[in-house]
């Protein structure tokens, strides 16, 4: 992936950690020479939600399977809910060279998720190896026929989605359809839990890699995002249309990660037919804890592997527990990088 990189001379002070480390305590009592005790306290120890990598004390996370909700991401469907609260968002260029997202929901269940809108191509290569539930608005008819394709996936529509998903008639259609993510995950699915997507750093994992001030995803037309480390959050600030990103909430969309991916889109970029081939491999731009990691993506040769992530080394690269944007960028556009 070729980059314009801009050098800065600004001096960061970035706090270290970032995710929370469970620790053993242990305390002693003695009441004399000859009484003494020792108690030992452990704290609680819970597994890792398989699609952030952070503590999952409810065991929500491993009870359910992945719930991938298409979203518009047009001027007019702004502001976009629920979407910071995510496990993964993929970005995908569709028809008309606009963007779409892909949200992919498992540790949390928001109330109101969208605007909800339709399948396309792209969402088949992103959903086959995680299964679940995928959730739309319709879609047209080789757009649907590709996503019944996937295995073990649980195709839930608006005209199926009864009260799971719902109008707001104080908006305009077709910008105005809702999901509400706990009534979906009573749709099933599996597999349960969801297959791992990323690998996760510890406390003590170090990011090698050049530090960046901000940098900016080149979709095509008025689709460029820009992504702003936030030194006091450790968090990769969204900018889309020129403003900060923020939720129906008031929440700034800010994941901890966020993962460039170098693709062909097959059929060119926008037209009807077009999606981005995630079989194969290419070249990859991983951001996190403030950092660049340059390196590599591959998956396959079956449409159920994961996609894995390789240093110039080729050592695994670990990703800093918590949200992870995929940005799937048509191959052959530079970032531009600020530093």
Avoid: C
């Amino acid at each position: 992936m070729r980059k314009f990189v801009i050098t800065l001379a600004v001096l960061v002070v970035l706090a270290a950690g970032g995710f929370a480390a469970y620790h053993f305590t242990t305390t002693k009592s003695a009441s004399g020479p000859l009484a003494t005790s020792t108690t030992t306290t452990t704290a609680p120890s819970y597994p890792n939600a398989p699609l952030t990598g952070l503590r999952d004390p409810s065991g929500a996370a491993h009870a359910r399977p992945a719930l991938t909700i298409k979203v518009e991401n047009t001027p007019e469907a702004l502001p976009q809910w629920g979407i910071n609260q995510a496990d993964v968002v993929y970005e995908e260029i569709v028809n008309g060279g606009i963007t779409r997202l892909a949200a992919v929901f498992n540790s949390q269940a928001p109330g109101k998720v969208g605007p909800v809108r339709s399948v396309r191509p792209t969402d088949t290569q992103v959903v086959w190896p995680l299964g679940g539930i995928f959730a739309y608005s319709g879609g047209a008819a080789y757009a649907v026929d590709s996503i019944e394709t996937v295995p073990s996936l649980r195709l839930v529509n608006e005209t199926q989605a009864g009260d799971a998903m719902f109008r707001d008639n104080a908006l305009q259609a077709p910008h105005n359809l809702f999901a509400r993510a706990a009534l979906l995950f009573a749709f099933k699915g599996s597999p349960t839990p969801p297959p791992a997507l990323f690998h996760y750093r510890t406390s003590t994992d170090k990011v090698v890699g050049p530090k960046v001030a901000s940098f900016v995803v080149p979709f095509p037309s008025i689709y460029p995002v820009t992504w702003t480390w936030d030194t006091s959050t450790l968090s990769w600030d969204r900018t889309l249309f020129g403003n900060p990103d923020v939720t129906g909430t008031g929440q700034r969309e800010s994941p901890q990660n966020v993962v460039v991916m170098d693709v062909n889109y097959v059929n060119g970029i926008g037209t009807e037919n077009s999606y981005a081939d995630l079989q194969g491999s290419g070249t990859a731009d991983i951001f996190t804890d403030g950092r660049e990691i340059t390196g590599s993506w591959s998956r396959g040769p079956s449409k159920a592997d994961v996609v894995s992530y390789h240093d110039a080394a080729g050592s695994t690269i670990l990703l800093t527990p918590g949200q992870t944007w995929v940005e799937i960028l048509n191959d052959g556009v530079p970032l531009r990088i600020t530093k």
